[in-house]
């Protein structure tokens, strides 16, 4: 009789342990087909850590390192939101790629070629670094990742979404944080405000960066760009040899915001204001105003150059696509390259207009009736690379060439300009000119068609003028020549100064903020200067001293280091018709404006003009 063999007694099939090559494929064949909402994970995950790597690296130079950053405070949240977007959009065709392949491969290239762009978008923030060295490093963190991700492909998928959640947890919190800090902070501040005549008026203080008083028309210009501010002009008082203190944007501003002049505020190309002064917001605050900055220039009228002191909101960006992209290095790459000259656009992305400035002032307002306030509007659509809108963009650049020549106008050389380039950069800025009036002359129909026009002082100047080739030299902060500090000054102010009045004596823009308390008849000690009242009024005989200054040269220099200030800083004076120009090297120049207003003729080294040297010299030590 056959034995019956049972289950339990049947022979056993040899078992041999798999290779590592086996197990790996194991875990591949087991989990690995990579699906769309994987690589997207996985893109999510590096987008965001990129950009939070962008956030810490600002957040280091500006708290940590004290540095300017030239970033808002908002890129902590918008350049993880950007990034996390802009990677969720790379994720999603690299993810139907490795779906579509079916095979571990497509993932692994996915994976390789999304952390190759977090690590170079990283990277970007380290200029000083080699290409070559950051072609290096980009290569071998997407190897090391990628062959992570091969090994462990469940882990990976579940890292990437725990992180990925994690981060945009992190990104809305601090979004939150920061905006609603702002108008819990806001509210409190306009709260606390000591009650205010509400017969008082508002103050507007609009400053047009980077025009030169022989612009408008009502300074001389014959080809009428400005008939909106030269009409306007008229119902007060034109200076028509008003000086800024300063030919560039910060210690001018600081000045206006101050009335001290530049070498008592440490604002520079580097450092912001100092902390001591105390600035017309903070008086008009502390005298029950409600206060608000609305900025164009998003380097150096921000808030960390110290401005935005005495502000209950100070507005610098928004929340356009544009802006989040500029959040980003790449994005600023992107802008700061040739390719979008070669596509047609030439004009500054993250620029803020006219239109922008006076919509969010006006909505301000609006928003804060029955209490008198003060508000400073900075527009920059004058400032290089010139860029007006449709329709005031007559004379726009003709191809590549000329879009490149006007979007890098600050830094290329211009030994080899022809004149044909120098007419475009020339008429381009008329056109902006043309675009600023425009929208200046709609903010006036809005505040007259809302009852306010009457019952507002509105201050209209300049931070600084432009050079376009007088004494060879191109755009500001590099002389103190009259196309830089030769600046327009309008104060109107109806029951408060006359109207169609000309004030031809030399006055400083360093005394606006005595203006304006005198015209609203508030004291302030820590506020210095002298009313300007004084000069329309007759009250005053003898010429004031109008100090301006240049401490340091800009760092990028706009001619190549052949301008006045590499010579070290310079200081000048002007008193009556003459004005005095001295360098730290001891050059030293002097002009008489009524007889040379190009300031061509220099009488400093003349025998007969010795006295008249003596005279500013004095005057300028006295001054500072």
């Not at 508000?375 to 004379?395: G, K, Q």
């Not at 000119?433 to 709609?442: A, K, P, Q, S, V």
């Not at 209209?460 to 191109?474: K, Y």
Request: hydrophobic share 45%; charged share 20%; net charge negative.
């Amino acid at each position: 009789m056959s034995a019956t063999i049972t289950p339990t007694e049947a022979p056993e099939t040899p078992v041999h342990p798999l290779t590592e090559a086996e197990t790996r494929w194991t875990s591949l064949r087991s989990g690995a087909r990579w699906r769309v909402r994987d690589i997207v994970w996985i893109a999510a995950c590096i987008g965001l850590a990129a950009g939070w790597i962008e956030s810490l690296y600002w957040c280091a130079k500006s708290f940590v390192l004290g540095g300017f950053t030239y970033v808002h405070e908002d890129i902590f949240w918008m350049s993880p939101l950007a990034h996390l977007v802009a990677f969720v959009i790379i994720g999603i065709p690299l993810g139907c790629v490795a779906q579509r392949a079916a095979h571990p491969v497509g993932g692994m290239f996915s994976i390789v070629i999304l952390t190759m762009a977090g690590a170079m978008c990283a990277l970007l923030l380290f200029p000083q670094l080699h290409f070559a060295a950051q072609l290096v490093l980009t290569v071998g963190a997407a190897t090391q990742l990628g062959r992570w991700c091969e090994q462990h492909p469940l882990h990976a998928r579940k890292v990437a979404r725990r992180s990925s959640i994690a981060l945009v947890g992190l990104t809305a919190v601090t979004a939150v944080g920061q905006v609603g800090f702002r108008l819990a902070i806001e509210h409190h501040d306009l709260a606390a405000l000591s009650p205010a005549d509400s017969r008082k008026p508002d103050v507007l203080l609009l400053v047009l960066d980077t025009v030169r008083a022989d612009a408008l028309g009502a300074y001389g210009a014959t080809d009428d760009p400005t008939p909106n501010l030269d009409e306007f002009a008229r119902r007060g008082v034109v200076f028509q040899q008003a000086s800024s203190t300063a030919s560039w944007t910060l210690p001018a501003t600081a000045s206006m915001m101050t009335g001290r002049l530049p070498g008592e505020l440490s604002a520079d190309w580097l450092t912001p204001m100092s902390e001591s002064p105390r600035t017309l917001a903070e008086t008009l605050r502390d005298n029950g105003y409600a206060t608000a900055g609305f900025v164009a220039n998003y380097k150096y009228a921000t808030a960390e150059t110290g401005l935005a002191r005495g502000f209950a909101r100070y507005d610098t960006h928004s929340y356009t696509l544009e802006e989040f992209v500029g959040c980003t290095a790449l994005g600023r790459a992107l802008f700061f390259s040739r390719l979008l000259p070669g596509l047609g656009c030439y004009s500054d992305p993250v620029r803020r207009s006219a239109t922008d400035i006076n919509n969010r002032y006006l909505a301000w307002a609006d928003a804060h009736p029955g209490r008198p306030h003060f508000a400073f509007l900075n527009y920059l659509d004058a400032h290089d690379p010139y860029a007006a809108p449709a329709p005031f963009n007559v004379h726009r650049p003709a191809g590549t060439d000329e879009r490149s020549l006007m979007r890098f106008w600050w830094f290329i050389s211009r030994d080899s300009l022809t004149s044909s380039e120098k007419d475009l950069a020339r008429n381009a800025y008329t056109d902006c000119l043309r675009y600023l009036d425009d929208e200046i002359g709609r903010l006036i129909d809005a505040l007259n068609a809302r009852g306010r026009l009457d019952e507002t002082i509105i201050i209209i100047t300049a931070d600084h003028g432009e050079h376009f080739g007088e004494h060879d030299l191109w755009l500001h902060g590099n002389s103190l020549y009259d196309p830089l500090v030769h600046v327009p000054l309008m104060v109107i102010a109806p029951g408060h100064a006359p109207s169609d009045e000309s004030i031809a004596a030399p006055v400083s823009t360093a005394d606006l903020p005595a203006t304006v308390l005198d015209l609203l008849d508030i004291a302030d000690a820590d506020i210095p200067g002298r009313s300007l009242a004084g000069v329309w009024s007759g009250a005053e005989t003898e010429p004031r001293a109008v100090i301006s200054e240049v401490v340091t040269p800009p760092i990028t220099p706009p001619c190549q280091g052949a301008s006045p200030i590499f010579r070290g800083s310079m200081q000048s004076v002007r008193l009556g018709d003459l004005k005095y120009i001295r360098n730290e090297d001891g050059g030293e120049e002097l002009f008489n404006i009524a007889a040379d207003p190009d300031e061509l003729t220099n009488l400093a080294a003349q025998p007969e003009r010795h006295d008249d040297l003596q005279r500013m010299r004095a005057a300028l030590d006295q001054a500072l």
